[in-house]
C-alpha cells in the first residue's frame, strides 16, 4: 500500500514538474549565460583573424595555421569536457558549478588572447596559439552545460523551447553588442592605437561576462539531480550508437557554423577593401538584430510546422540573403538587405538545434538506455561551434592567402574575388548543405512523441 502511494506521489510529481512554467528569474538567468557566452566567444571569433593580421602583425597564414590547430584541440576538449560533467556530483548539480568556477577564467584568456605584447614574430605565433587554444578549451566548459543543463531544467518539451528562444535572444544581445560596438569602441579607447582599444574593450566585455555567468549559476536550479548518476566513459561513448538523430543534427548545425563564421570574420575585409568602407562592418554586424525577430516567432512557427521543416526554411533564408549580397556589388543598400535576409535565416538556423539537441538526449537514451546528456550536448554543441567556427575562419585564410592577401595594402583583383567569395558564395554553399543534411531528421522527429511516451 506504501510502495503504492510512493508511486501515486512520483507521478503526480512528474506531471507537475512537466507542466510547470518556469518563472521569470530563471528563464532570464538561464539566457543571460548565452549572452556572456557570446560576448566573449564571439569576440573572439568574429575579430581574432583581423586582429592577427592588421594589428598584432601576424601574417594571414599564420593566422590560418593557429585557428587550424586550434581545432585539432577542440576534437578533443568538448568530448573531455562532455564527460567530466556526466561525472559531475555537487549539491548545485551537475552543469551548474562550471559556471560559478569558470567565469573569471573565461573572461581572463579572452583577454590575454587580445594583449598583444610586443613579441619576436615566432614568440607571437606562439603566444596567439597558447591564448586561442585555452580561451577555446575554457569557453567549452562554459558552453557545454549552457545546452547539456536544458533538459534537466524542466521535462516539459514546450518549456524547453521557450526556454532555448530566452536562451536565443539572451546569446544575440552578446552577439549584437559585440558586432556593433566592439570597433567603435576600439577606436574611442585606442584614439588611433587598435592595440590599446581592443584591450580596453574586451576587458570591460569580461568583466560584464563574469557577471553574468554568476548570475546564471545563481538564478538557475537543475531538477532529478538525485536520480542521475555518474556514466561510465564507455556508456557515454555507447550513447552515440544509432542515435541518428544526433548525428544528423550534429552535422548540419556544423555546416551552419562554418557559414556563419564565413560571413562574420571576412565582413570586416569585404567592408574595408571591396566596399572601401570599413565602418559599413559595424553597421552590418548591427543588423544582426534581425535575427531576434526570427528567434521570437520561432515557438510559434514549431507549433504549426515540423522543426526539421523549420530548420531547412532558415538554413533556405540565410543562403538567398548570401546570394543577394553576391549579387549587389557596389550598392550598399542591396547588400545591407541580402545581410537582414540572411539573418532573419540565421536566427532560425542556430537557435532551433539547441532544443532538438534535448530530443535527442531523450532519443539516446530510449534507444541505449544511456541518458549522456553532457556528453551528447557537448559534441552537438560546444564542439560544433567551435569546429564550424574555426574551420569557418580558417578555410577564408587560405583561400584568401592564395589569392595574394596583404594586410593594410591596396588588394589586388585575385584578393578582393577571393575575399568576395568568402563572404557571399562560400557561407551560402555550406547552408545549402546543412539544409541537405537535415531532410534526414523528419523521420525520427515525427517518432518523437512515441519516445517520450515510452520514457514517461
Not at 572601401?276 to 554586424?285: D, F, M
Not at 549580397?325 to 539547441?354: D, E, K, R
Not at 567551435?386 to 589569392?403: D, N, Q, R, T
Amino acid at each position: 500500500m506504501m510502495e503504492g502511494n510512493t508511486a501515486k506521489k512520483l507521478k503526480v510529481g512528474i506531471k507537475e514538474e512537466t507542466n510547470s512554467k518556469l518563472s521569470l528569474k530563471r528563464v532570464l538567468a538561464y539566457a543571460s549565460t548565452d549572452t556572456a557566452g557570446n560576448l566573449l566567444y564571439c569576440t573572439l571569433t568574429s575579430f581574432i583573424m583581423y586582429f592577427y593580421t592588421d594589428v598584432f602583425g601576424i601574417s594571414i597564414a599564420s593566422a590560418g595555421l593557429i585557428l587550424l590547430i586550434a581545432r585539432i584541440f577542440d576534437a578533443l576538449d568538448a568530448p573531455i569536457w562532455g564527460l567530466v560533467i556526466d561525472h559531475t556530483r555537487t549539491k548545485w548539480g551537475k552543469n551548474r558549478p562550471y559556471w560559478l568556477w569558470l567565469s573569471i577564467p573565461f573572461g581572463l584568456m579572452v583577454f590575454l588572447a587580445f594583449l598583444a605584447p610586443d613579441l619576436s614574430t615566432s614568440a607571437k605565433f606562439t603566444y596567439a596559439l597558447i591564448t586561442y587554444i585555452l580561451a577555446g578549451v575554457v569557453y567549452t566548459g562554459i558552453g557545454t552545460p549552457i545546452t547539456a543543463i536544458l533538459p534537466n531544467l524542466t521535462n516539459n518539451s514546450t518549456e524547453r523551447v521557450r526556454l532555448n528562444s530566452w536562451r536565443s535572444n539572451g546569446g544575440m544581445i552578446g552577439y549584437l553588442i559585440t558586432a556593433s560596438f566592439t570597433l567603435p569602441l576600439v577606436e574611442f579607447f585606442g584614439k588611433g592605437n587598435d592595440k590599446l582599444g581592443f584591450q580596453v574593450t574586451v576587458g570591460i566585455y569580461a568583466v560584464i561576462a563574469i557577471a553574468l555567468l554568476l548570475f546564471a549559476f545563481a538564478g538557475t536550479k537543475e531538477i532529478n539531480t538525485k536520480s542521475i548518476k555518474s556514466i561510465p566513459i564507455k556508456q557515454s561513448l555507447g550513447a552515440v550508437k544509432g542515435n541518428w538523430p544526433w548525428i544528423t543534427l550534429v552535422l548540419a548545425f556544423i555546416f551552419y557554423w562554418l557559414g556563419n563564421t564565413a560571413r562574420t570574420s571576412t565582413v570586416i575585409y569585404y567592408s574595408e577593401y571591396n566596399l572601401g568602407n570599413k565602418n559599413l562592418a559595424s553597421i552590418l554586424n548591427g543588423l544582426v538584430v534581425f535575427q531576434m525577430v526570427s528567434i521570437t516567432i520561432l515557438p510559434f512557427i514549431v507549433k504549426r510546422f515540423l522543426k526539421t521543416h523549420t530548420q531547412i526554411i532558415g538554413f533556405a533564408i540565410a543562403a538567398i540573403g548570401q546570394i543577394i549580397i553576391a549579387f549587389a556589388g557596389s550598392n550598399v543598400s542591396m547588400v545591407i538587405c541580402g545581410w537582414v535576409v540572411a539573418s532573419l535565416g540565421t536566427g532560425i538556423a542556430v537557435t532551433l538545434p539547441f532544443a532538438m539537441l534535448s530530443d535527442t538526449v531523450d532519443f539516446g537514451e530510449w534507444k541505449t538506455g544511456i541518458r549522456a546528456s553532457g556528453f551528447l550536448t557537448a559534441i552537438g554543441s560546444s564542439f560544433c561551434i567551435k569546429l564550424g567556427s574555426g574551420l569557418g575562419s580558417f578555410i577564408p585564410s587560405i583561400i584568401m592567402e592564395k589569392a595574394g592577401y596583404v594586410a593594410n595594402v591596396t588588394q589586388s583583383a585575385a584578393s578582393l574575388a577571393a575575399i568576395k567569395f568568402c563572404f557571399t558564395w562560400l557561407p551560402a554553399i555550406f547552408f545549402v548543405v546543412g539544409a541537405i543534411i537535415m531532410l534526414n531528421y523528419i523521420k525520427y522527429e515525427k517518432n518523437e512523441a512515441n519516445v517520450r511516451n515510452q520514457l514517461s
